[in-house]
């Protein structure tokens, strides 16, 4: 795993975070920036462009993709809490009983925000799987709920 | 729930993200279920080519039932915990997913072979108020429920073929329901695995 991540040398930047529902079969269904300023963000990557800090946490957190299926078979809780490190970035993770992984990239160490947070996406997410209408693997688009999920993250990462 | 109640207030109609999760005390009625369960039977009747297809329609219909049912029971009677072995699975079926669906926990769980389990229902909801013509030969509408079961096994982990057939019970007018689930190897591996 270490010799296929890019090294970079950098310092720490404050509550930068991105949030991303990933499927069973590894489908992403829902992507969320939240948290940074756009200098905060252009300051981490490497050509100073936003756009390549939000491919490097989409890439870390796929990464950690493979340690959470680990994980999620050595235990029946839902939250799995810390399951990756790159840098100065943590990756929490959160996995369903139909086996969606709510993956939660941040560079802070607050277990418990992250356990609420997780807890508050979940119930929406139930409500949006619970809709017939809505395939179990298609992306979620509801604006209502992009705006539960920002309004959670703002409550529980001030 | 409060921000729900402020729109309907004022007319407007609450996305179901800000609608309370159900609490699961709400029942249907058996005459209004079998009426809907006979119309989409009869529906797919007269679109499939085979009594194959027929039962595989009324499997992807239950599919998506078992996949939510899966989630919701985990969340509101399990109080979020997921199933990592086969017994767990198949109790929580057995159990939780049977209750809710039909009222009461499925009458026998049994061990064929290895890969293979069986559910059995003495009178499957599904079933109760069908009678299959000759010309549907072996059609088993309880397809409906190996269906539900496949949509929960499928989501938590452990995919596997599953079908329903009747068994004939002495003692008894009308045969019983088995639901017949063939595990995948990968599930037995892991079963394996994680130890005895």
Known sequence: ?158 | ARRARAMQRQGQTPSIVDRPLPKGRSEVSLSAFSFLFSELVQYHRTRASSIAELEQKLSEAGEGVGSRMLEVLAHREKSNRREIRLQGILQFINTNVWRCLFGKVADSLEIYNDDEYVLGDKSLVVNRYISVPKDLGDLNCGAFAAGVVKGVLRDAGFPAEVSAYYAEVDGQRTPKTNILMKFAPEVLEREKRLGA
């Open chain 1, 1 to 158: 795993p270490s010799a296929r991540r890019p090294r970079l040398a950098h310092g720490a930047m404050v509550g930068l975070a991105t949030f991303m529902i990933v499927s069973k079969e590894d489908v992403p269904q829902y992507e969320c920036d939240f948290g940074a300023s756009r200098e905060q963000a252009a300051g981490y990557a490497p050509g100073g462009k936003k756009d390549d800090a939000a491919h490097l946490h989409q890439f870390v957190m796929h990464a950690a993709l493979d340690f959470v299926d680990e994980r999620q078979w050595e235990t029946n809780t839902m939250n799995l809490k810390l399951v990756d490190r790159f840098n100065d970035l943590l990756v929490y993770a959160f996995v369903t009983a139909g086996g969606s992984r709510f993956l939660l990239l941040h560079d802070q160490r607050n277990e418990e925000n992250v356990r609420n947070f997780f807890h508050d996406v979940h119930e929406l997410y139930l409500k949006i799987l619970l809709n017939p209408f809505h395939s179990p693997r298609a992306p979620i688009v509801d604006e209502t709920f992009d705006a539960r999920v920002r309004e959670s993250a703002k409550r529980h990462f001030p």
